[in-house]
T-cell receptor, first 110, second 116 residues
Framework: GEDVEQSLFLSVREGDSSVINCTYT??????LYWYKQEPGAGLQLLTY?????DMKQDQRLTVLLNKKDKHLSLRIADTQTGDSAIYFC??????????FGAGTTVTVRA | SAVISQKPSRDICQRGTSLTIQCQVDSQVTMMFWYRQQPGQSLTLIATANQGSEATYESGFVIDKFPISRPNLTFSTLTVSNMSPEDSSIYLC?????????????FGQGTRLTVV
């Protein structure tokens, strides 16, 4: 089955690192994605990782993948107020379709 | 990245009416996807729209309620028919960019629909 789970809320102090966690169930997922949604806006593709990789780094973003545990995380270094948003984890489920988690609302406090 | 334009960006509609949402992509793509995001919820795939064939609907979604057109490789429409307040959602169009082997999935800015 296709089921992606995320914690719903995360509060972080400005300048600290944020870590958003996600678990998925489809072991055949080829790609796993992180999207950002700001209030009133569409989805912005932040990064994605191929399932045969353990880690991917892109500037302030680090994605870690534990395929054995089907666990994905997104670390945002030096979190800024502009990082306040909803972050969605998604897994590919075949034919380029995506299954999304419920989203983690990240609030950055001064 | 693929540039995806959706129209309208938002609308308020009367129950029982229909709304057609347009999605225009700046490059030719084989598959286009329509998702729904209900208030405070995650995204759910409605259907896959392939050019030259009938759309493929996910469980819980039917063609009579959500007819889709795909007249060419850069354009698609989704109609929300006979609307009720439960159809109030954000509807998003998505494509996979041919760059990097179609691994990158991009979304339009969405159409925010309110049914009253």
């Amino acid at each position: 089955g296709e089921d992606v789970e995320q914690s719903l809320f995360l509060s972080v102090r400005e300048g600290d690192s944020s870590v958003i966690n996600c678990t998925y169930t489809d072991s055949s997922s080829t790609y796993l994605y992180w999207y950002k949604q700001e209030p009133g806006a569409g989805l912005q593709l932040l990064t994605y990782i191929f399932s045969n990789m353990d880690m991917k780094q892109d500037q302030r973003l680090t994605v870690l993948l534990n395929k054995k545990d089907k666990h994905l995380s997104l670390r945002i270094a030096d979190t800024q107020t502009g990082d306040s948003a909803i972050y969605f984890c998604a897994e590919s489920i075949g034919d380029y379709k995506l299954s999304f988690g419920a989203g983690t609302t990240v609030t950055v406090r001064a | 990245s693929a540039v995806i334009s959706q129209k309208p960006s938002r609308d308020i509609c009367q129950r029982g009416t229909s709304l057609t949402i347009q999605c225009q992509v700046d490059s030719q793509v084989t598959m286009m996807f329509w998702y729904r995001q209900q208030p405070g919820q995650s995204l759910t795939l409605i259907a896959t729209a392939n050019q030259g064939s009938e759309a493929t609907y996910e469980s819980g979604f039917v063609i009579d309620k959500f007819p889709i057109s795909r007249p060419n490789l850069t354009f698609s429409t989704l109609t929300v028919s006979n609307m009720s307040p439960e159809d109030s959602s954000i509807y998003l169009c998505s494509v996979n960019s041919p760059r990097a082997g179609f691994t990158e999935a991009f979304f339009g800015q969405g159409t925010r629909l309110t049914v009253v």
